[in-house]
């Protein structure tokens, strides 16, 4: 047993052994107090339900390694999804063909990329702070969202788009198939490039990575660039599963990102993070919110549990760092 763990901690990381045996403790709750937790309809919504917050949370998974943050992802992924409506409304709306569906895909991706290499662009060149720049595109693309859309949403899709929001390949939902290949490109991106290897450097201490001869400027606007790029994708599946898009759709998964990323074991302060902790954070906390909703508790209450998990984790993080600070003292 103590091999195995020692296999998992340097293969994924120390953080997955542990958000392991909490899945498990959390599903074993569930399944002896929560009706139809252990059918497969449950299983098959949760894994419906979680690409949307998965892809979102890579979005925002980046910008935190690297010390940063990005406060506008779920208002460029609704902007991104509001492109590909708009394009698709221009073609026929439920009668427009594929290549209309092409076409708007393309400059959905390049919407998430512009708002995405803007933010990086100032927060690279000009200095300001990542909290305050994502914050002021967050505003802008709301209030652009609000303008055209004038407050409603839009509507009106061919059906065969219900296959990417709904579909299955093989029993495995469409959805779920996009957020691995998704989280696999990430993880590669993030352990297996001089990108990945750039952000790490920048997030762990941004001086010293520019002294070291890497082109930090470069760096982050393409990590905002990557990161409004997974919006769009979030934005697109977001349309294709709502048969809907307006600008305010998801409002409430933007600290929840946040939650998974840091009970996925990535630092606050930057420099450290690893995606395969976070997939498994996710799936914890999705699993959580279906055992509760199946329970009969408001929706709200499981916002609220989420938060206190968040305040768990800081104290956690905490309690662990004074233990280590201690070991090391001893010695």
Not at 274 to 300: D, T, Y
Request: with cysteine; aromatic share 8%.
């Amino acid at each position: 047993m103590t091999a195995l763990y020692r296999r998992l901690t340097a293969a994924f990381g120390p953080e997955v052994p542990g958000l392991l045996g909490f899945l498990a403790l959390v599903i074993l709750v569930f399944s002896l107090t929560a009706p139809n937790f252990l059918t497969g309809a449950n299983f098959g919504s949760i894994a419906f339900q979680l690409p949307e917050l998965g892809l979102l949370t890579l979005a925002m998974l980046m910008p935190i390694i690297s010390g940063g943050f990005n406060l506008a992802i779920i208002y460029t992924a609704n902007m991104a999804g509001l492109t590909l409506a708009f394009v698709l409304n221009q073609y026929g709306g439920v009668d427009a063909g594929i290549m209309p569906f092409l076409i708007g895909t393309i400059l959905a991706l390049l919407v998430g990329a512009a708002s995405g290499a803007a933010m990086g662009a100032v927060i690279a060149y000009v200095g300001a702070h990542p909290i305050l720049v994502s914050l002021a595109m967050m505003i802008f693309l709301r209030g652009l969202g609000e303008f055209l859309t004038k407050g409603g949403d839009i509507s009106g899709f061919p059906p065969w788009m219900a296959t990417l929001g709904h579909g299955t390949v093989a029993g495995i939902p469409v959805p779920l198939i996009l957020f691995s290949a998704c989280a696999v490109l990430w993880h590669i991106l993030l352990t297996h490039t001089r990108h990945g290897f750039s952000v790490r450097m920048i997030g762990s201490n941004i001086r010293a990575a520019a002294y070291s001869g890497l082109h930090t400027k470069r760096t982050l606007v393409l990590i905002y660039t990557l990161s409004g790029v997974m919006c769009a994708i979030a934005g697109i599946l977001m349309l294709s599963r709502f048969n809907s898009v307006r600008v305010g759709h998801g409002e409430a998964l933007l600290l929840v990102t946040v939650l998974a990323c840091f009970l996925g074991g990535v630092d606050p302060f930057g420099g450290f993070g690893r995606v395969l902790p976070v997939v498994i954070a996710l799936i914890v906390l999705q699993v959580l919110s279906s055992g509760l909703n199946l329970m009969g508790a408001n929706q709200h209450l499981s916002t609220a549990v989420w938060g206190l998990f968040l305040v768990g984790v800081m104290i956690l993080r905490w309690g662990a760092g004074r233990i280590s600070e201690h070991r090391r003292k001893g010695r």
